[in-house]
């Protein structure tokens, strides 16, 4: 397994090692011991699945409190993934960072708590599955308007499908303070 951390800090790049020949392939998606000593050391509480067509957008979506890291990949098709640096504080607040996951390579994305995510899906399907640090509370859900002008995010499609929520979210600029979190780095 290949471990890259990208350019905020804690957001860590995944390349599994597979094992193909001709009936297919074999690999492990999570396995606690190889990923703590890659620096995942989460205990996570719950899997999500989601199926979404070309074009879908979703997110970019957080939980304060329950907050939620996550460790993302795609079973199937490819996204173009987001996570934005929501702690106060930190030297990359308000930062983004976009990898595009493909079930091909079986790549992941570990985004730690304190951060907003998002994906668009850029196959004609994608089959997204996502572990998190914790459950899933709908009352706590919180978000950033997809297109925030500030973040200047270049989403790969102009006029994505969204939920009716995910079009309604402020920009980061007129979320309380005590809607983000608190940068406790080095």
Not at 39 to 45: D, K, P
């Amino acid at each position: 397994m290949r471990v890259t951390e990208l350019s905020l800090p804690g957001l860590l790049h995944i390349e599994p090692v597979f094992f193909g020949d001709s009936r297919g392939y074999f690999l492990q998606t999570w396995q606690a011991r190889q990923y703590r000593d890659a620096g995942i050391s989460e205990f996570f509480v719950q899997d999500n699945l989601s199926l979404s067509r070309k074009g879908t957008l979703r997110g970019l979506h957080y939980q304060k409190p329950n907050t939620q890291g996550k460790l993302v990949f795609v079973l199937k098709g490819e996204v173009w993934d987001v996570a934005v640096d929501l702690r106060v504080g930190s030297p990359t607040f308000g930062k983004w960072e976009g990898v595009t996951l493909k079930g091909q390579t079986h790549n992941q994305l570990y985004i730690p708590p304190g951060f907003a995510h998002g994906f668009c899906v850029i196959s004609d399907e994608a089959l997204f599955t996502y572990k998190c640090t914790d459950f899933y509370a709908p009352q706590n859900e919180h978000g950033i308007i997809w297109n925030d002008p500030d973040l200047d995010i270049p989403w790969p499609v102009k006029d994505p499908i969204l939920s009716a929520k995910d079009g309604r979210y402020p920009r980061l600029r007129d979320i309380p303070g005590e809607s983000l979190f608190r940068w406790e780095g080095p």
